[in-house]
């Protein structure tokens, strides 16, 4: 019954069974067996600032309106970090926030945090710090447009365009390791320098995460008629870097990734691989979008892609992302802390539901990370949009319609 779901529904969810991580507690249930699955998950919610603290309760809402049909109960554990947290009370990131995932938890959803762009003693993103101590070395961004007529649609906007690509973001080192320091010279001059941080083991994992990746969306796509898919011929896999410049660091980034397709027979055989300098990735990003399919970049490179990939269909309130490691899956979604509408009930709360479903795809559970989608995506068709989107529904309305559709 699951396979007939799928094949019948692969065009609302391309991305659909892309990768299953294990959790916390080992989950095993794949697209074909769900016997595996636990009466109930317990998922760590850290809202974070500003409208963090609306948008996760929604997708709470939202995962506990799923039909009982798919066996499942959650528990939620309330976990604290950001910035707001960080000025009462001198950290961003408790021990006990980190403790709780590992021990309790089987994943996590991460609101939204304000960090600040200027320095601030003592504080440092409690994000960054979370894909650290439970080492999710992967950003994994699926930018995809729902079907003609949708919010984001190309009527959304002259930018927007059917879109079907998955950014996976090396999530642990480049210039995300914060090691910078300023000095002054001896002639009074203040310079400051960033260390940049790339490794062959990171960008093996990110590499190998991206090739197998790029399978399981070939294996989808078989299963959709041919008149369905947006992509045809062999999968493919683009590698991001900038290495005419960045000889060493990019270089060993671009170097380690060609291994591991050239080592491995079934990427070899299976995928295409391509590279792009990350100016001309931006450049054809937004002219063709369409001839993306999966695309690798080291962590700063993969930041602004995603982010600006959000243009192509129609707002950072659609865009979800997954945290991923081998052992833990976090759902983020892509958008910021947005103080200027913080408690309006303006904000969009569809990335962080995205995010939820695709917290629940990565540990091994598509058939209700399907129904989320598939809710999602009647609700943005239905023209029920925030002001985000030109609409002028509530965070509340929008939630309410998507858990009626489930």
Not at 205 to 226: E, I, K, V, Y
Not at 276 to 297: G, I, K
Not at 368 to 387: F, H, N, R
Request: glycine residues 8%.
């Amino acid at each position: 019954m699951l396979h007939h779901t799928l094949r019948s529904n692969a065009r609302r969810c391309p991305h659909l069974a892309t990768f299953a991580a294990p959790s916390a507690r080992a989950l095993t249930t794949t697209a074909a067996n769900n016997s595996a699955v636990p009466r109930t998950l317990t998922i760590g919610l850290i809202p974070a600032d500003g409208i963090g603290r609306e948008v996760i309760p929604a997708a709470q809402q939202v995962l506990e309106a799923l039909p009982s049909q798919f066996g499942l109960k959650f528990n939620f554990v309330h976990c604290d970090a950001g910035f707001e947290y960080f000025q009462k009370h001198g950290e961003a990131l408790p021990q006990k926030t980190v403790d709780v995932l590992r021990a309790d938890c089987d994943g996590a959803l991460f609101g939204a945090v304000s960090s600040p762009s200027h320095k601030v003693a003592g504080y440092s993103s409690p994000i960054v710090a979370l894909r650290k101590h439970l080492d999710l070395y992967a950003n994994v961004r699926p930018v995809i447009s729902t079907s003609p007529g949708g919010a984001d649609s190309p009527s959304a906007g002259p930018a927007a365009r059917p879109v079907d690509m998955l950014i996976i973001r090396e999530n642990t080192e480049c210039l995300y390791v914060k090691r910078e320091k300023q000095y002054t010279d001896a002639n009074g001059e203040v310079y400051a320098v960033a260390e940049r941080l790339i490794t062959q083991k990171a960008s093996e994992r990110a590499g190998r995460m991206a090739f197998q990746m790029a399978l399981a969306r070939d294996a989808l796509r078989a299963q959709q008629p041919p008149t369905e898919r947006r992509w045809t011929g062999l999968p493919k896999v683009t590698i991001v870097h900038k290495s005419n410049v960045l000889s060493v660091t990019d270089g060993l980034w671009r170097e380690t990734i060609r291994r591991v397709h050239e080592t491995t027979p079934a990427f070899r055989e299976r995928v295409l691989m391509e590279e792009q300098l990350v100016d001309s990735m931006v450049y054809r990003m937004f002219r063709e979008p369409q001839v993306f399919d999966v695309v690798v970049a080291p962590n700063l490179y993969g930041d602004i892609l995603s982010d600006g990939a959000a243009a192509l269909v129609g707002s950072l309130g659609l865009v979800p992302s997954a945290n991923v490691g081998d052992n833990f899956v976090m759902g983020e979604p892509v958008h910021g802390s947005a103080p200027d509408i913080a408690g309006q009930h303006k904000a969009n709360p569809v990335a962080a539901i995205r995010s939820a479903a695709l917290l629940l795809e990565n540990i091994g559970l598509p058939a209700p990370a399907l129904a989320i989608y598939t809710a999602v995506d009647k609700a943005l068709q239905s023209g029920l949009l925030t002001p985000d989107l030109g609409g002028k529904a509530t965070t509340e309305e929008v939630t309410g319609a998507i858990c009626r559709n489930l």
